[in-house]
């Protein structure tokens, strides 16, 4: 058996992106340890998630500096799950999480396009019952 554990999500600074995870969206953090002076090994999961996290990995250089918020070259970069997307969509809201558009309906499910506060594109999802 396999499973993805981790993605990483270039970040310009260790704290500020655990203050969107965990303080806006409610990602919990599952590791911050320190590897070296400048270096953390940072995991934060959403609620309720069992396998992959996101790695948040400060830039150390001008080609990370640049990959910042531009993962995905411009696309949705990330696919957020939710069984409560009404809740979500207003207490993201409310903790002032910038909407590109507002919620609608498509074939799959419930969608809205939210950015984070690096640019990087995240679709907030309700996919249809099965």
Known sequence: MQNISAITVVVPDYDEAIAFY?????????????????KRWVVVTP??????????AKAE?????RSIGN?????????????DFDGDYKRYHAAGVEFLEQPRSEAYGKVVVFRDPFGNKWDLIAPLAK
């Open 47 to 56: 609620p309720g998630a069992t396998e992959t996290g996101l790695l948040l």
């Open 61 to 65: 250089d001008g080609e990370q500096t």
């Open 71 to 83: 993962q995905a070259g411009g696309r949705v970069f990330l696919f957020l799950e939710t069984g």
């Open 22 to 38: 965990v303080g806006k969206l409610g990602f919990g953090l599952k590791e911050d340890t320190l590897l070296s002076e400048a």
